[in-house]
């Protein structure tokens, strides 16, 4: 299991821009998926963007075109580029591992503490 730890929320117009990352405590490179997920006051946490470890990513349809994650194994940090950003963006965003486990059993799946975006003008 990792430590995950976001930053890189704040206070933007919309039609701006931010880029939140995520540190890793531990290697991320074998992770089976990495991803972000949101939750807005009174709403359900949703997904916002996921890569698995071959590369491959993943957006629901409002975000794709707008968001875009990506990871450096090297520094053990997954990223999320959001761009356009609307007043519905508003959330926290979290970030999300599901890494091996040693021997056998089920992936770890870690949680980071979360980081606001708060799209205003």
């Known amino acids: 299991q990792v430590q995950l730890v976001e930053s890189g929320g704040g206070l933007v117009q919309p039609g701006g821009s931010l880029r939140l990352s995520c540190a890793a405590s531990?290697?991320?490179?074998?992770?089976?998926?990495l991803a972000w997920y949101r939750q807005a006051p009174g709403k359900e946490r949703e997904l916002v963007a996921v890569?698995?470890?071959?590369?491959?990513?993943n957006y629901p349809d409002s975000m794709k075109g707008r968001f875009t994650i990506s990871r450096d194994n090297a520094k053990n940090t997954v990223n999320l580029q959001m761009n356009s950003l609307k007043p519905e963006d508003t959330a926290v965003y979290y970030c999300?591992?599901?890494?091996?486990?040693?021997?056998?059993?089920?992936?770890?799946?870690?949680w980071g503490q979360g980081t606001q975006v708060t799209v205003s003008s």
């Open positions: 531990g290697s991320i490179a074998s992770a089976y998926t």
């Open positions: 999300n591992a599901v890494t091996p486990r040693s021997g056998y059993g089920p992936p770890f799946v870690s």
């Open positions: 890569i698995s470890s071959g590369g491959s990513t």
